[in-house]
């Protein structure tokens, strides 16, 4: 199963020419289209629930860059790759450089304009697919700002959270206390990993192995054994579409360190998906949702 929604192998050449996920399978499962309306420019929008309704997401537009790229439509990623070019703003006035979410989306984030270290990685992922396409630097200089901006600490408007030995990247920085979210922490860290990948830059993969240490040592906190949670809450349980996307995300993840730890919980998981998946996927659904 994992073959057929991630790579076979996960070597440079493989990862920049595709990316390490089927992304367009899990949009499909998630039923993610469904809520998709194009512009004149053919951008897609996402129809929220009232009171956001139809809005610009840039994580929407990355994971419709990716998916583009991977099924070879460079019409159509480049046209992506464009709007979030024209979108990424400098942080602070300096180098660094975020692509703003400029909607609130509560509970998760009260105000406009925050950034998330999910999109930032997305982001980052397209602009060096688009660097190794052309060859083009100013794809990969905003690809590197764009990691700057994601690594730099939440109190300055970034999306890094340190705690002790712990280093988060999280999808939503303005929680408090953050949740961890395990779907957006991983796609951020593949867009740390690309940028490293095309930059040989030692920094970038050191600060990658520091996160990825802090999701092995607690990938406890995600564990009911054969399902997963969608982030650190006890009671936030993924629903079947995210749990099989933790899955495979984590799956993958620890094919590029070679974590025999994450590989069993992946693929634990994954039984639990296969096994149990209608049952209990509903089941811990309405779990979550009892009040105490």
């Known amino acids: 199963m994992f ?20 992304l367009n399978y899990f949009l499909k499962l998630s039923k993610h289209y469904t809520r998709i309306v194009y ?3 053919s951008i897609p929008m996402f129809i929220y629930d009232a009171p956001l309704g139809l809005k610009y997401n840039p994580t ?30 400098n942080l602070h006035h300096s180098n660094r450089k975020m692509v ?5 989306f509560p509970p998760r984030a009260y105000k406009p304009y925050w950034a998330s270290g999910m999109t930032q990685g997305l982001v980052a992922s397209t602009m060096v697919r688009a660097y190794v396409i052309t060859g083009n630097e100013g794809y990969l200089t905003c690809a590197q700002s ?23 990247i999280e999808e939503y920085p303005l929680e408090k206390p953050p949740k961890h979210v395990l779907n957006g922490l991983i796609f ?9 990948l095309v930059t040989q830059n030692t920094e970038y993969y050191r600060t990658f192995k520091k996160v990825f240490l802090t999701l092995e040592k607690n990938i406890k906190l995600y564990d009911l054994y054969l399902w997963s949670r969608y982030d650190v809450s006890p009671r936030n349980i993924a629903d079947e579409s995210y749990h099989l996307l933790n899955t495979t995300l ?3 993840i620890a094919k590029l360190e070679n974590s025999l730890r994450l590989t069993k919980v992946a693929k634990r998981w994954y039984a639990g998906y296969i096994i149990l998946r209608k049952p209990l996927g509903l089941g811990l659904h309405a779990y979550s949702k009892i009040k105490i």
């Open 3 to 22: 073959h057929k929604v991630s790579l076979k192998s996960f070597t440079k050449e493989n990862i920049l020419n595709s990316y390490y996920v089927d």
């Open 39 to 41: 512009d004149g420019n």
């Open 60 to 89: 929407t537009i990355s994971l419709h860059a990716i998916v583009s790229y991977q099924a070879g439509d460079y019409l159509k990623f480049f046209k992506y790759t464009q709007w979030l070019l024209e979108h990424a703003e």
């Open 100 to 104: 703003f979410i400029e909607f609130p």
């Open 146 to 168: 764009l990691i700057e901006g994601m690594l730099t600490p939440i109190d300055e408007g970034g999306c890094l959270f340190v705690e002790g030995d712990n280093v988060w």
């Open 188 to 196: 951020a860290m593949f867009g740390l990993y690309d940028v490293y």
């Open 250 to 252: 984590v799956y993958t």
